[in-house]
């Protein structure tokens, strides 16, 4: 697999489609610190990380009604080409009804987090 971050995003993105309740990923600490982020932003309900037989992540998804909470998610930075922001440079997903995922010196973020801290970094997704 060439972009285990994309994987996981496409994982979620098609399971909020099909209303599946939860979600099994490979864990990474990076995936981890996004899967938090996607919590804390209210687009999942919970994320725990299970060690046996394999450690893997398992989101439970959010849903209103019979649509999904998360609309969309998008990869930004992929390994073919990686984007770069700077601060002033992060922007603001659908108006700021959406979110930017950073991954900064001092952590994956959200883009509002990044500006205040004014922090660049690599851009890796949008969800909205």
Same mark, same amino acid.
């Given at each position: 697999m060439t972009d285990p971050i994309s994987d996981m995003l496409t994982r979620i993105r098609n399971a909020s489609q099909a209303l599946l309740a939860d979600v099994e990923v490979s864990h990474s600490r990076m995936k981890e610190s996004i899967a938090n982020i996607l919590k804390k932003e209210g687009y999942i309900s919970d994320c725990t990380v299970a060690s046996k037989p394999v450690k893997k992540l398992k989101l439970k998804l959010k849903f209103q009604g019979r649509k999904g909470v998360i609309v969309g998610m998008k990869r930004v930075s992929k390994p073919g080409l990686r984007r770069y922001v700077r601060a002033v440079e992060i922007p603001r997903?659908?108006?700021?009804?959406?979110?930017? /995922? #950073?991954?900064?010196?001092?952590?994956?973020?959200?883009? #509002?987090?990044?500006?205040?801290?004014?922090?660049?970094?690599?851009? /890796?997704?949008? #969800?909205?």
């Open positions: 997903v659908l108006g700021g009804m959406g979110t930017a /995922i #950073v991954s900064t010196p001092r952590g994956v973020m959200t883009g #509002v987090e990044a500006r205040k801290q004014n922090l660049g970094g690599e851009l /890796i997704c949008y #969800v909205w």
